[in-house]
């Protein structure tokens, strides 16, 4: 069937809302095990009539609009968010690097998309899962902007003989994630003699969570930013330019010029500090849609007057029994800093605590950064590899005099392991503990960045 116009796609659509794909499924391509494809697949064979292709062009060619079927799930506390990225078209290295962005296969069939959105819930089979809503989207201007920032971002560093070192921590919002059946799945790019893995372009899951909360839940995100700003300067630049002028200043002083009427120790002081400075007071870091869209996580640093963190950067607490049973490429360590971006916000003390007590801390700037692919691919996983045999052959724990008292003692790497990570306690206290997968308890862990590896990324600051 042909259809005219996107209003004859859009009502075809609606009439999948609230039918299970087994409802929707004339071919039978889901019940029979033979049979390969997708929800895609019997969305566009059995709902749109259109036989199954791989073709480069967008699937309702004459339109300009590309069909995607995309799972959202209902988290614990009820939000809603997007189960996984959105892939996009495969990327042909040796091609994608002759293109502008104007011209590029990216924006050729991606331009205009009919999201599909079901809901994805565990433990029902997947043909009985339901179709939830249909839209119809395009790129709002600034989310174009900064889309064409990060495509420019992937090609530069194909061009440069490195899209076997392309991270989605590389880029804000359209991503280069790995594309293949397995890690073999390589093909050839311009100026390397390597082959890198097959990768295609995809908006990331935190850019989808945010299409989610906006057009199934609702929510409104707060933008500091515009398409004409973006135009001259990067997502980077702005953000730079936003915190300059409070260079110098303690937290106090922040506050006061930015009018945040806020108790000083409360953990919600710096985020107030910084929705403010962006100009959107009142705002959780989460509801700043910049933020969001990119998953940018914020981290506060405090430097000694070496220019060295006074503590190590922790992270979230371990689920060793998933630890153990997961492989290092699905790994939630791995994911973490391969999708995230992280904006590390730097305050630095002008005396050490032997010469003031009760010294303050001044802003030294800010820093956007993502962990490199090297030292994920080497010194991340040694650490989970050496984790994954300590666990494999049973944690060593035991209680070591200290002073008049004892303290216990565990085998898990430490800061000396490999100068960039290590695995240490983060609890509220002695007694909260959780059980190894060998049974025995352990008072909770996580993993932390080294605080001289940290001073190693913020020289440029000091």
Same mark, same amino acid.
């Given at each position: ?5 996107t209003?004859?796609?859009? #009502?075809k659509?609606?009439?999948a ?5 087994k ?7 889901l ?12 969305i566009?064979?059995? #709902? ?8 480069? /062009? +967008? ?25 996984e990225?959105? $892939? ?23 331009q ?9 819930i ?22 174009l ?11 530069n ?8 070192e ?11 994630c790995?594309?293949?059946?397995n890690?073999?799945s #390589?093909?050839?790019? &311009? ?12 908006l ?27 135009k ?8 730079a330019d936003?915190? *300059? ?9 922040? *506050? ?7 108790? +000083?120790k409360?953990?919600s002081f ?6 403010s ?15 969001s ?14 220019? $060295?963190p ?8 371990i ?5 153990a ?5 699905e790994?939630e ?9 992280f904006?590390? $916000?730097?305050f ?8 003031n &007590? ?9 820093? #956007? ?12 996983? =040694? ?9 494999q052959?049973?944690?060593?724990? =035991?209680?070591?005099?200290y002073?008049?008292?004892s303290r ?15 695995? /240490?306690?983060k609890?509220?206290?002695?007694n909260?503990?959780i059980?190894?997968?060998?049974? =025995? ?8 960045l ?13």
């Amino acid at each position: 069937m042909e259809y005219l116009t996107t209003d004859e796609v859009m #009502l075809k659509a609606k009439e999948a809302e609230g039918k299970t794909f087994k409802e929707i499924d004339s071919y039978n391509r889901l019940s029979n095990k033979n049979s390969k494809g997708g929800f895609g697949q019997v969305i566009e064979e059995s #709902l749109f009539g259109y036989k199954i292709n791989s073709d480069a /062009r +967008p699937d309702f060619e004459h339109l300009n609009l590309e069909l995607k079927v995309t799972p959202f799930k209902q988290n614990k506390n009820k939000t809603f968010s997007a189960k996984e990225r959105l $892939v996009l078209n495969i990327i042909n290295y040796m091609e994608e690097v002759k293109y502008t962005f104007e011209t590029s296969s990216f924006l050729k069939k991606n331009q205009n998309l009919l999201l599909m959105f079901y809901e994805w819930i565990p433990g029902i089979e997947r043909e009985d899962l339901k179709v939830f809503k249909s839209i119809l989207f395009t790129f709002p201007e600034a989310d174009l902007e900064i889309i064409k920032q990060d495509w420019h971002t992937i090609v530069n560093k194909i061009k440069a003989g490195k899209a076997h070192e392309l991270s989605e921590g590389d880029t804000n919002y359209l991503g280069a994630c790995s594309k293949g059946a397995n890690k073999n799945s #390589l093909r050839e790019q &311009p100026n390397s003699p390597l082959r890198a893995m097959q990768r295609a372009f995809s908006l990331k899951q935190s850019y989808m969570t945010a299409l989610v909360r906006k057009y199934l839940h609702s929510d409104q995100l707060v933008s500091f930013t515009s398409a004409n700003e973006l135009k001259k300067k990067s997502l980077e630049e702005i953000l730079a330019d936003r915190f *300059a002028p409070y260079k110098g200043l303690t937290p106090t002083e922040m *506050a006061a010029r930015l009018n945040v009427n806020s108790n +000083p120790k409360a953990k919600s002081f710096i985020p107030q500090i910084i929705s403010s400075l962006l100009g959107i007071k009142g705002t959780k870091l989460d509801g700043i849609e910049e933020f969001s869209k990119a998953n940018i996580q914020f981290k506060t640093i405090r430097l000694k007057p070496n220019g $060295v963190p006074k503590e190590s950067m922790s992270f979230k607490n371990i689920d060793f029994n998933a630890w153990a049973t997961e492989s290092w490429e699905e790994s939630e360590l791995r994911q973490t800093f391969y999708d995230t971006k992280f904006l590390f $916000v730097v305050f630095q003390y002008k005396e050490t605590e032997k010469e003031n &007590p009760n010294r303050e801390v001044y802003f030294k700037g800010i820093k #956007l950064w993502n962990m490199p692919v090297n030292t994920i691919e080497t010194k991340m996983k =040694q650490l989970w590899q050496e984790v994954n045999t300590i666990l494999q052959n049973g944690v060593v724990i =035991q209680e070591k005099p200290y002073g008049k008292s004892s303290r216990t003692h565990n085998n898990f790497p430490k800061k000396d392991f490999n100068g960039v990570s290590h695995i /240490r306690p983060k609890a509220q206290n002695s007694n909260d503990k959780i059980t190894l997968p060998d049974g =025995q308890m352990i008072t909770k862990q996580c993993y932390w960045l080294n605080d001289t590896y940290i001073a190693s990324l913020l020289k440029d600051l000091y």
